[in-house]
């Protein structure tokens, strides 16, 4: 089935990194994305990585993908309040179909 | 990156009447839009794709006639919300992708329903 998981809250202080995670079960996703949302706004894609690829690097952001254990991680480097939001994972697991995570809400205080 | 805009971004409606969500690409040609509802403090769910000049293809669970989706061209779908009800009180949310189906979907700043 499709499922895709993220913890609900993370807190961190300025400065600090975030590491926000997602698991899924779908062993047949093609790319794996992370999205930003501010309140009351629609998604901001932030970055994403082909499912061949353990790692991706984008400035301050961090992707860790481990196949094996379908386990995706964002790490927010030098987090900042800007960052506070509400940030989902997704998988696309056919062409056209992205299935959303949960959703973490990233909590930044100074 | 390109631009979705979403109309209107809040409706509040009494039960029973209809509401219709505009969904617009500003700067490029949407071949496909999509569209999401999400529930507070939830993830998105998919409803429907579309493509243009075609009929939807709606998830499972997700009423047709329930929702209905016009995407009469490369630049504009609408969901309209039939005999609404409190239960429809949701974030309704569209993306768009033109070109090939690996093409980044950009998404619109939603639409804020409210069912009194």
Redesign the interface.
């Known amino acids: 089935g499709e499922d895709v998981e993220q913890s609900l809250f993370l807190s961190v202080r300025e400065g600090d990194s975030s590491v926000i995670n997602c698991t899924y079960t779908d062993s047949s996703s093609t790319y794996l994305y992370w999205y930003k949302q501010e309140p009351g706004a629609g998604l901001q894609l932030l970055t994403y990585i082909f499912s061949n690829m353990d790692m991706k690097q984008d400035q301050r952001l961090t992707v860790l993908l481990n196949k094996k254990d379908k386990h995706l991680s964002l790490r927010i480097a030098d987090t900042q309040t800007g960052d506070s939001a509400i940030y989902f994972c997704a998988e696309r697991v056919l062409a056209d179909k992205l299935i959303f995570g949960t959703g973490t809400r990233l909590q930044v205080f100074p | 990156?390109a631009v979705?805009s979403?109309h209107p971004s809040r409706v509040i409606c009494k039960s029973g009447t209809s509401v219709k969500i505009e969904c617009r690409s500003l700067d490029f040609q949407a071949t496909?839009m999509?569209w999401y509802r999400q529930f507070p403090?939830?993830?998105?769910?998919?409803m429907a794709?579309s493509n243009e000049g075609s009929k939807a293809t709606y998830e499972q669970g997700v009423e047709k006639d329930k929702f209905l989706i016009n995407h009469a061209s490369l630049t504009l779908s609408t969901l309209t919300v039939t005999s609404a009800h409190p239960e429809d009180s949701s974030f309704y949310?569209c993306?768009a992708r033109s070109g090939g189906?690996?093409n980044?979907?950009?998404?619109?700043?939603?639409t804020?329903l409210t069912v009194l």
């Open positions: 990156g979705v979403q496909t999509f403090k939830q993830s998105l769910m998919l794709t949310i993306s189906t690996y980044e979907q950009f998404f619109g700043p939603g804020r």
